[in-house]
């Protein structure tokens, strides 16, 4: 059995800890999104879904990349996609 990364756990599960953020997750769970088409999928101002999108990025769940001027966001974060099917069943 290996060992419990507590500390990069943790910083998933703060980057979480907020409503956003989760549903941010839920859209990205199988979609690789814009931030203006993510914005106007959740109905947000562009500034605060690049601002949650920001802290899910540096704390290690999403990953982003360029094509031409606008950047797309994807999750690459197992835990995190577990968590986001913990919270569909329930």
Same mark, same amino acid.
């Given at each position: 059995?290996?060992?419990i990364?507590?500390?990069?756990?943790?910083?998933?599960?703060?980057?979480? *800890?907020?409503?956003?953020?989760?549903?941010?997750?839920?859209?990205?769970f199988?979609?690789?999104?814009c931030?203006n088409d993510?914005?106007?999928?959740?109905?947000?101002?562009?500034a605060? *879904?690049?601002?949650?999108? #920001?802290?899910?990025?540096?704390?290690?769940?999403?990953? $982003?990349h360029?094509? #031409?001027?606008?950047a797309?966001? $994807?999750?690459k974060?197992?835990?995190?996609?577990?968590?986001? $099917?913990?919270?569909?069943?329930?």
């Amino acid at each position: 059995m290996g060992q419990i990364d507590y500390v990069k756990h943790s910083l998933v599960l703060k980057a979480l *800890s907020h409503p956003v953020r989760l549903k941010i997750l839920e859209v990205l769970f199988d979609n690789e999104f814009c931030v203006n088409d993510l914005s106007n999928t959740l109905n947000l101002p562009q500034a605060i *879904s690049s601002h949650h999108l #920001g802290i899910m990025k540096n704390s290690g769940i999403l990953h $982003s990349h360029k094509q #031409g001027a606008r950047a797309y966001y $994807s999750v690459k974060n197992d835990l995190a996609k577990g968590i986001i $099917s913990i919270l569909r069943k329930n």
